[in-house]
């Protein structure tokens, strides 16, 4: 690790090697999302995924139950307390302004949504650690809905 002028510590690996990296980040059809797809289609429910009608297309919507469920990375759209949800340490200032951008966004498509009735779910990447309380969150679904 080398050491910038103003003792800012820089990334580990080339620029360009880190632009790589991040073209590989998918927006669409993570694990994390399959696997939620998965469980909540071995439950009965049935979907549509990525609406584009819909304020910040979301990963699945259930239309019978009127619920939306998005499927946020802990890194990308900052879970609060989890572990995952760090801060680079090169390029401060650029990442904390882009998780900033990335949660005021989140929140803005949540109300936009919830203004038409629709409700609204997160799962977070990590709550695939435990199955048994995804499982039990995805069948309220159909409690919690008319």
Request: one cysteine or more.
């Amino acid at each position: 690790m080398q050491i910038s002028q103003g003792y800012k510590m820089t990334d580990r690996i080339t620029k360009e090697h880190r632009s790589w990296n991040m073209s590989r980040i998918r927006s669409k059809d993570t694990k994390t999302e399959k696997a939620v797809r998965s469980m909540l289609h071995n439950m009965g429910y049935r979907f549509r995924l990525h609406v584009k009608e819909l304020a910040g297309k979301p990963d699945i919507v259930l239309p019978k139950y009127k619920t939306i469920i998005f499927i946020h990375g802990c890194y990308w759209h900052r879970h609060p307390g989890c572990k995952y949800a760090y801060t680079p340490k090169s390029r401060v200032t650029f990442w904390e302004k882009k998780f900033k951008e990335n949660v005021r966004r989140d929140e803005k498509n949540q109300l936009d949504l919830k203004k038409l009735n629709w409700k609204v779910m997160v799962i977070w990447e990590c709550e695939l650690s435990d199955l048994e309380m995804l499982r039990k969150k995805l069948g309220a679904i159909r409690i919690d809905s008319p």
